[in-house]
């Protein structure tokens, strides 16, 4: 294996060369006179060549250490650039985030672009996140229903207007959507009885239960049937064509959306730059609907 001087001992060579005197390297190294000698005598023996000749009171260049001169400062050029371009680029952070499911499926999964774009120096976690369910030591929370306990910083995020969505193929099938359609539920059939009293229609089945308010919407969009929607879970799929509302009835939905913030980000630019770039897509989605 082929020998690489050190930068110390690269360092002491120049000024050693230059200064025609190991006594004067070490005074500008601040290093003992013994120090010096000691690398360039390793110095020689790893290269097998003498660089210096010594007198009494100083130090010369032979033809080999001459020749290495210019070769070693040229190192030590490209080592302080290497050190000035590593510090340059800049340091990426992480942040997570803990997200209501239904949140992040709808809203944040289909602008996982736009988190790239708008913060291209940080790594975004996001953790889905029930109800009960508390992610330990996330820089953020976006919860349903209530901020999370001990946040140093609490902001309502949003809130929205709940309403049935089906496939717009599916409607073209029939004119009674609410009696004829298969409806889709999550546990709480509490939405499905306010809109079937506002329609002024009786079902005598249940329906099909999903678990959760999001795999509703999926099963709706599927063309499984109608499902319980909102303004803000179903904004892109009802611009886009996938969704269409059923009845003229709506209802405000009956918790908000809230942003909570550890208190380790307190002060933080990075908590800046998240929260304006969240409330900015909601502003943009309650916009487009």
């Given at each position: ?114 988190v790239r774009i708008q913060m291209p120096e940080i790594d975004v976690i ?60 999550d546990v709480d059939t509490y939405w499905w009885n306010c809109f079937l ?93």
């Amino acid at each position: 294996m082929k020998y690489h001087p050190t930068p110390t001992a690269l360092r002491m060579f120049v000024e050693a060369a230059e200064r025609a005197s190991f006594a004067g390297a070490a005074r500008a190294l601040n290093v003992t006179q013994a120090a010096v000698s000691k690398q360039m005598a390793n110095l020689e023996d790893r290269l097998g060549v003498a660089l210096f000749s010594r007198t009494h009171r100083s130090v010369t260049l032979t033809a080999a250490g001459r020749s290495y001169l210019p070769v070693a400062k040229r190192v030590l050029v490209l080592l302080e650039m290497g050190v000035d371009e590593a510090s340059s680029v800049p340091q990426r952070r992480t942040i997570k985030v803990e997200v209501d499911y239904e949140f992040l499926d709808f809203v944040l999964t289909p602008r996982l672009e736009q988190v790239r774009i708008q913060m291209p120096e940080i790594d975004v976690i996001f953790i889905p996140a029930g109800p009960g369910r508390h992610i330990p030591q996330s820089d953020f929370a976006i919860t349903y229903g209530h901020p999370r306990p001990g946040a140093a910083s609490i902001s309502r995020l949003c809130s929205f207007t709940v309403f049935p969505v089906a496939r717009p193929s599916l409607l073209k099938k029939t004119t009674e959507p609410f009696n004829t359609l298969q409806l889709l539920h999550d546990v709480d059939t509490y939405w499905w009885n306010c809109f079937l009293q506002a329609e002024g229609t009786m079902r005598s089945d249940q329906g099909i239960i999903l678990g959760t308010g999001a795999l509703a919407i999926r099963g709706a969009i599927a063309g499984q049937g109608i499902a319980i929607g909102d303004d803000l879970l179903c904004a892109d799929t009802l611009a886009a064509g996938e969704l269409e509302r059923v009845g003229e009835a709506t209802f405000p939905g009956r918790d908000d959306y809230w942003l909570s913030e550890h208190p380790n980000m307190q002060g933080d630019p990075l908590a800046a730059t998240f929260r304006d770039w969240l409330t900015d897509e909601i502003e943009q989605l309650n916009r487009s609907g």
